[in-house]
């Protein structure tokens, strides 16, 4: 069994209109004895942006911003940018974020060469309705009853007269390259998939339709024992260990009382990170 010690609150609300409901979900990236700790900010109207202050140890804060380091720019944005991941590949941090416009959850991404200013590259996710990727994704018939319960609820009216895509959030990706790829984890409910790459810029529509067309291939994670039975999603970016890439995740089960959320957490084969090694049988 693994111990665990609970430190207590490392971070709290503030005054400053941007984060005066609320502060969670952090990202944190050690270099040159800093913690860097990136997190989601809530103001009072519940529109998130992403606030930033550095940890001299990992329980004391030295320095704060007081005001958002990133904040809703775009339409896809609008309504906030939420639950941030950061990594280092090479000379270039990579955040990815949620970024939501009202009606669609999708994952985006922002880099930098100095953690202060930053170019946001847009969603890097695939943008398919439920329809389409029913159709796409369901055309071997081998999915899970699962994915159109939970993105079934995307359908509403035309009324609306703006396309609701299926959600796809919790985008983080590996700290290095592997066998010279880009790889990176999303979560279409309700189990984690795994995309490669070379380079970014082959996220084309084109691309999406042939990984949803062979979706079942890319999903990594799926739920296994009764603490995540209802389903899985992404924590922190993978670590590299000398056993394998260790992910941790969070799992979900349903109880009379609602949704019980749990962190887990598996080990991924270093040089084919699509192999999963072995995973901890309990929270």
């Not at 950061?86 to 880099?111: E, F, P, Q, R, S």
């Not at 170019?119 to 996710?125: F, N, Q």
């Not at 309700?190 to 990984?211: A, C, G, K, R």
Request: glycine share 6%.
């Amino acid at each position: 069994m693994i111990t665990v010690k609970k430190e207590g609150v490392i971070l709290e609300k503030t005054n400053h209109g941007f984060e005066c409901s609320g502060v969670l979900n952090p990202t944190v990236f050690h270099e040159n004895d800093t913690v860097h700790m990136f997190y989601r900010a809530v103001s009072k109207d519940n529109y998130s942006s992403i606030g930033y202050c550095q940890l001299k140890t990992p329980l004391t804060v030295e320095n704060r911003m007081e005001i958002p380091l990133i904040f809703p720019q775009y339409n896809y944005e609008k309504k906030g940018i939420e639950d941030p991941r950061i990594v280092k590949i090479g000379d270039t941090y990579y955040l990815t974020y949620t970024a939501y416009d009202g009606l669609n959850a999708l994952g985006a991404l922002a880099t930098s060469k100095d953690l202060i200013t930053w170019e946001k590259r847009g969603l890097i996710v695939p943008q398919y309705s439920y329809e389409e990727f029913k159709f796409l994704a369901g055309s071997k018939g081998e999915l899970s009853e699962k994915y159109f319960r939970f993105n079934g609820k995307y359908i509403v009216s035309k009324k609306l007269e703006k396309k609701v895509l299926v959600w796809d959030k919790n985008v983080m990706l590996f700290p290095s390259r592997i066998n010279k790829k880009l790889y990176f984890l999303h979560r279409i409910k309700p189990d984690i998939q795994i995309v490669s790459v070379e380079d970014l810029s082959e996220l084309t529509h084109n691309f999406w339709d042939n990984f949803l067309l062979m979706f079942c291939d890319h999903i990594l994670i799926s739920s296994k024992y009764d603490h995540e039975i209802s389903y899985i999603g992404g924590g922190c970016p993978p670590i590299e260990t000398e056993k394998g890439w260790l992910l941790i995740y969070h799992g979900v089960h349903d109880t009379v009382e609602g949704y019980v959320y749990c962190a887990c957490a598996v080990l991924l084969d270093l040089e084919d990170p699509t192999r999963e090694i072995a995973r901890l049988v309990y929270t």
